[in-house]
């Protein structure tokens, strides 16, 4: 079955960074992009990055860009969020999303259990 | 970007009534390639989202036919006919078709009268 395990969230001060992993199984991961989704405490979902299944394109939401990135390991079946100069609107639970297959782009067939980011000095 | 509006943004349904959630965007989610990219998910408190319907009416494995989805354009409609205890929760709909980014509806909160 397809899963989706999220890891890598904690407190950090506002400035800092920190990697968020998505390991997942159940499937041909090299074959589906992937994206992150975050909710920040009590609000609504928010799409945050989507990468292509063979990690050539990312894109992102305008604020976290350049802050941000996107990648992954295709041999380990995993996705990763690389996130610097974090804010304090940057808490949020993080989850990772299934994509759609080849050069799809939608998807969001399976989610992670999500990882808590807390910005806070 | 595209914006969802979701309405209303809270339900309280009686059990085995009848509920019906709007999701209205504000450009046609029709696709150059012909397609509508229109997802809905429900999210339990306390647990990931589940996606119930993908391109506007395509019902995911394991969703309750009591649940349908419908729409176009710019107008869409999620419908539960019975509403069941384990349907309470946040309901989103999401447009993947002018992206990025993808966008999501603000939610709908549906508990039991």
């Known amino acids: 079955q397809v899963q989706l395990v999220d890891s890598g969230g904690g407190v950090v001060q506002p400035g800092e960074s920190l990697r968020l992993s998505c390991e997942t199984s159940?499937?041909?991961?090299?074959?589906?992009?992937m994206h992150w989704v975050r909710q920040a405490p009590g609000k609504g979902l928010e799409w945050v990055a989507f990468i292509r299944n063979d990690g050539s394109f990312q894109y992102y939401v305008d604020k976290v860009k350049g802050r941000f990135t996107i990648s992954r390991d295709n041999s380990k079946n995993t996705v990763y969020l690389e996130m610097n100069s974090l804010k304090p609107e940057d808490t949020a639970v993080y989850y990772c999303?299934?994509?759609?297959?080849?050069?799809?782009?939608?998807?969001?067939?399976?989610w992670g259990q999500g990882s808590l980011v807390t910005v806070s000095s | 970007d595209v914006v969802l509006t979701q309405s209303p943004l809270s339900l309280s349904v009686t059990l085995g009534q009848p509920a019906s959630i709007s999701c209205r965007s504000s450009q046609s989610l029709v696709h150059s390639d012909g397609g509508t990219y229109l997802n809905w998910f429900h999210q339990r408190p306390g647990q990931s989202p589940r996606r119930l319907f993908y391109r506007v009416s395509n019902r995911d494995s394991g969703v309750p036919d009591r649940f349908s989805g419908s729409g176009s354009g710019t107008d869409f409609t999620l419908k539960i006919s019975r509403v069941e205890a384990e349907d309470v929760g946040v309901y989103y709909c999401i447009q993947g078709t002018h992206w990025p980014p993808f966008t999501f509806g603000p939610g709908t909160r549906v508990d039991i009268k």
């Open positions: 159940g499937f041909i991961f090299r074959n589906y992009g």
């Open positions: 999303a299934k994509g759609q297959y080849g050069s799809g782009w939608f998807g969001f067939d399976y």
